[in-house]
């Protein structure tokens, strides 16, 4: 953000950005905690700043030191007015203070989300243990519904993913989604149903299919044909506020409960009973694909990098196929020969 470059009208006239901060600004308060120079003048450590905790928070500002003149700009017709002015104004109150997270918020935020992760586990027992098609404990679907509409991610046209497969594959269908009698039980799909695995880097794709010394690989190189909207379930995702709009309050309600999600997208199985475990995560991604989204964003628990489950492949068109070979088992590879298939 930089009010400087008079860009749009938001820089134009930062005011108009009021209405997205001041929700924010209610999950803060004085801390109380000033440290006093030799002289007894109260100076306030730099992290502690209102700033500095919105972007520890959120990532809200690109420069740690232009973010105190954006707030100054956002409510210039606050800051220099008179002293009536603070009873109104959380920002205000707040400037030139050392700030913490309303603990109250932060509890009653995390108790919110306690009893919805006990409601999850409920669930999950029920898909996979009572009820497999019709679970009378359907958990709250519209409050999904709306926790995805928090986690979206949009792949653009021509971005590329990567997908690999042991053995040498030369023709391009090969390397595509198997066919739905072919398709086994996986993270994001139900036996049956093919979805396209992809990884974000060409290093996660080779370790995903767990290869051994000396093995000869195929990787394909998907390209997108078009923008899409997928859903982001990995653990680091942090989302600008400002895509809730007015409803901060129902993501901030949600944020455990959202990582909860997360952490379970990602987590390693009991390989000796994958078609339980994946249960719950598939019915959560066939949520996903049903609400309208092309796909599922999570993080690897073999790579240092994350996932892409396309729900149709249709999306990701193979671009072209490499071979390689393992060099070792801790998956170090080098080129064997390439093959480009136009």
């Known amino acids: 953000m930089c009010f400087l470059q008079k860009k749009c009208d938001y820089c134009l006239d930062p005011a108009k950005l009021k209405k997205y901060f001041t929700p924010l600004l209610k999950f803060y308060n004085v801390s109380g905690e000033l440290i006093k120079n030799k002289h007894g003048r109260s100076i306030i450590d730099v992290g502690n700043k209102l700033d500095m905790k919105l972007n520890a928070h959120w990532k809200i500002f690109s420069n740690f030191y232009n973010g105190q003149i954006i707030l100054d700009e956002i409510y210039r017709n606050e800051v220099g007015g008179n002293k009536e002015n603070e009873k109104d ?6 400037k030139g ?5 309303n603990r109250d918020v932060e509890v009653e935020n995390l108790d919110y989300s306690l009893v919805m992760y006990s409601e999850w586990n409920d669930f999950k027992k029920e898909i996979v243990e009572k009820n497999r098609f019709f679970p009378t404990g359907a958990f ?9 509409s928090f986690l979206v991610y949009e792949i653009e046209k021509e971005a590329i993913y990567f997908r690999a497969r042991i053995g040498i594959h030369k023709k391009k269908k090969e390397i595509k989604k198997p066919h739905p009698a072919l398709a086994k039980t996986g993270r994001v799909n139900p036996i049956g149903i093919s979805y396209l695995y992809l990884a974000f880097t060409e290093e996660t794709a080779i370790k995903e299919i767990r ?5 000869k690989i195929t990787m394909g190189y998907f390209r997108a044909t078009k923008k899409i909207k997928v859903i982001d379930l990995r653990l680091e995702n942090k989302s600008s506020p400002f895509v809730f709009g007015t409803e901060v309050d129902k993501y901030m309600k949600c944020k455990a409960f959202i ?3 997360c952490r379970e997208m990602g987590r390693i199985v009991n390989l000796q009973n994958t078609e ?6 598939q019915y959560i991604c066939e949520l996903i694909k049903v609400c309208g989204y092309r796909g599922v964003i999570y993080d690897s628990f073999v790579g240092k990098d994350c996932n ?5 492949g249709n999306e990701m068109q193979c671009a072209e196929i490499r071979h ?3 060099e070792d088992v801790e998956q170090k590879y080098e080129i064997n020969r390439t093959l480009i298939v136009k």
């Open 140 to 148: 709250h679907v519209d409050m999904l519904k709306d926790i995805f």
């Open 97 to 101: 203070k050392a700030v913490e997270f």
């Open 308 to 312: 892409l489950a396309i729900f149709n």
């Open 211 to 215: 290869p051994f010394p000396k093995c």
């Open 324 to 326: 390689y070979v393992i």
């Open 276 to 281: 339980l475990d994946y249960l719950p995560l």
């Open 89 to 94: 104004c959380q920002y205000l109150k707040l």
């Open 259 to 261: 990582g909860a999600i």
